[in-house]
C-alpha cells in the first residue's frame, strides 16, 4: 500500500514537473513580457486612418507660409467660408476627420479668444462676430465628421511669448478650445519655437499642458513630435517607416529641439516603452497655406493613393493637408484630386480574392532554437491574378511581428518571397501582378504570440504597384 502510494506521489511529481515545463515554453515565455499596448481610444483612431488637416489664416490671404504676427487684422477675410463644403469634401475623399490650425505661428487666432487682441475679433470679417472654430466644429457634427484642432504653442504676434506669463496664456486658450468647441478627438501641437515679437523664446511649460488637457478632456488624442498619444513621423513628406512600431520611449525627450531623431520617430522604438503610434502628416500641395501659383501642384489621386500605401499601408494615420483659398472655399482642382482618390481606392479595394481561400496550416513552431515561426499558409479555391496583400495584426494584443516572409506561390512554384518587418494595424503589400494558388505568411521573428487577422488579397492597377522601402 504503502509502495503504491509513493508509485503515485511520484507520478504527480513528474506530471507536474512536465505541466511546469510546458507552461513555462508555450505560455510564460510568451506572456509574461509586458507589452505597451493601444488605449481605447487610440484604438478608435487607429480605425481612423485617414483625416484631412486644414491650414487657414492670414497667410491665406498674404501669401505666406509663416507670417510674421504683425499682419493687421483685417487681412483675414474669407467672403465665402463655407466649412460645410470643407466637410462635403473631406466626405467625399473618405476622410474621418478635419484638425484645423486655429491658431499658427503668427499668433492669429480664428476664434474670439479673450487672451488674445490678434484674433476673428478685431477683424472686419463679419464685423468681428465670425467664428471659424464654431462653424466648422457645427459642420463636424452635422457631417459626422471628428474635430481636431492644431494650436502652435510658438507665437509670433503674443506680447507675453517668451515670459512665464505665456504659459497661462497658452493654458486659457486651451481651456477655451475645450469648453466651447469640444469634442476634440485630436489635439496637434507644433514643436516650432522660435522667437517671439520682443526677441525672446518661450520655455513651454510641457508637463502643464498635458495635464490641462487630461483635465479637460481626457479622450482627446495629443500629438506632437512624441506623443503623449500620438507622434510625427519624422518628415513631412507623408511616409511611414518600412519598420514602424507604434512605440516610443520619451524619457528625456521633448517635442522640438529636444525630441530624438528623425529617423527614430519615424521608425518607432522596438521595446519602447509607451504605445505612441505615428501619424503622416503631408500636404496636397507644395505648401501648407494656399497660395494660387500652387494650383498645379495639386497631388493626383495616383500619387494620393501612393501616399496612402506608405503611411496606412505601413500601420500609420495619414493627415492630408487640404488648404482652402481665400474665398474660404476648398478649390475645385483639390476636391476633384480627392474625389478620384476615393474612387481608385475603393475600386483597388472591391473584391477581396482571399475571401474563400482555405487555412491549411496555421501555426508551425520551429522547436530548434524556440524561435516562433507562425505561419498561415491559405489555400486559394482557384488560382488568381493577384499583386496586393493587406494583412492586419490584432494590436489590442500589442504590436509583436518583428519580421515576415511572404510567399507567393503559384502550383507549387515560389514566385514571390516578399520579406517584410511589422505590421502593426495594418501593412498593405504590393508586388508584381502573378497568378497564385497559394499565399504562405510566415512569421520568422516576433516579440511574442503575434495574431494575424483576416488577411485580404487585390488586384489592384498595375501602375499603382509601389516599390518596398
Ligand atoms: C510645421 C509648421 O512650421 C508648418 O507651417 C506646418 O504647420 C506643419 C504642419 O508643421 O512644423
Known amino acids: 500500500m504503502l509502495l503504491r502510494f509513493y508509485y503515485f506521489y511520484c507520478m504527480m511529481k513528474k506530471i507536474i514537473a512536465l505541466f511546469c515545463i510546458c507552461c513555462y515554453y508555450n505560455l510564460f515565455a510568451q506572456n509574461s513580457i509586458n507589452h505597451p499596448l493601444p488605449s481605447n481610444t487610440q ?154 515679437p520682443n526677441g525672446k523664446k518661450q520655455v513651454y511649460d510641457w508637463d502643464r499642458f498635458k495635464r490641462t488637457v487630461a483635465e479637460l478632456s481626457p479622450n482627446t488624442l495629443v500629438f506632437s513630435d512624441i506623443g503623449p498619444h500620438i507622434r510625427w513621423t519624422g518628415n513631412e513628406k507623408g511616409i511611414a517607416g518600412f519598420t514602424n512600431w507604434n512605440l516610443l520611449d520619451t524619457a528625456g525627450f521633448t517635442p522640438g529641439a529636444g525630441a530624438p531623431s528623425a529617423d527614430t520617430l519615424n521608425t518607432g522604438n522596438i521595446y519602447g516603452k509607451n504605445w505612441i503610434p505615428a501619424e503622416c502628416d503631408v500636404s496636397i500641395r507644395k505648401g501648407w497655406f494656399y497660395h494660387n501659383d500652387e494650383d498645379a501642384t495639386v497631388k493626383t489621386p495616383q500619387q494620393l493613393f501612393g501616399l496612402y500605401l506608405k503611411s496606412v499601408g505601413r500601420g500609420a494615420n495619414l493627415l492630408l493637408n487640404v488648404p482652402p483659398n481665400d474665398k474660404g472655399l476648398i478649390s475645385a482642382a483639390d476636391s476633384a484630386s480627392l474625389v478620384e482618390f476615393k474612387k481608385l481606392k475603393e475600386s483597388c479595394f472591391k473584391t477581396n480574392l482571399l475571401k474563400q481561400a482555405m487555412i491549411i496550416n496555421k501555426v508551425h513552431t520551429n522547436k530548434t532554437d524556440f524561435k516562433r515561426e507562425v505561419g498561415i499558409h491559405l489555400q486559394l479555391k482557384k488560382p488568381v491574378l493577384i499583386n496586393c496583400l493587406v494583412l492586419r495584426e490584432n494590436i489590442r494584443n500589442g504590436q509583436l511581428i518583428k519580421k515576415m516572409n511572404i510567399l507567393v506561390i503559384n502550383n507549387g512554384e515560389v514566385v514571390h518571397t516578399i520579406p517584410i518587418t511589422t505590421v502593426g494595424h495594418k501593412r498593405i503589400i504590393t508586388f508584381t501582378r502573378t497568378e497564385a494558388t497559394e499565399i504562405a505568411l510566415v512569421i520568422t521573428n516576433a516579440k511574442g504570440k503575434p495574431e494575424l487577422l483576416d488577411t485580404e488579397g487585390y488586384l489592384i492597377e498595375e501602375n499603382l504597384v509601389e516599390n518596398e522601402k
Not at 82 to 99: F, H, L, T, V, Y
Not at 154 to 183: C, S
Open 43 to 196: 484604438l478608435v483612431w487607429h480605425d481612423m486612418e485617414f483625416y484631412l488637416f486644414v491650414h487657414f489664416g492670414p497667410n491665406t490671404f498674404t501669401n505666406k507660409e509663416w507670417g510674421l504676427g504683425n499682419e493687421p487684422e483685417d487681412v483675414f477675410n474669407p467672403t465665402q467660408l463655407n466649412c460645410s463644403q470643407w466637410c462635403n469634401i473631406a466626405k467625399a475623399a473618405g476622410a474621418r476627420g478635419i484638425i484645423i490650425t486655429a491658431k499658427h505661428h503668427d499668433g492669429f487666432c480664428l476664434w474670439p479668444s479673450k487672451f488674445s487682441t490678434h484674433t476673428v475679433k478685431e477683424s472686419k470679417w463679419r464685423n468681428g462676430k465670425g467664428d471659424v472654430l464654431k462653424e466648422l466644429s457645427e459642420a463636424c457634427k452635422q457631417n459626422g465628421l471628428k474635430f481636431g484642432v492644431y494650436i502652435s504653442p510658438w507665437d509670433r504676434n503674443h506680447p507675453q511669448y517668451g515670459t512665464a506669463a505665456y504659459n497661462d496664456v497658452f493654458v486659457g486658450m486651451l481651456k477655451e478650445l475645450f469648453q466651447r468647441y469640444g469634442p476634440i478627438y485630436e489635439l496637434w501641437w507644433d514643436g516650432a519655437n522660435g522667437e517671439g
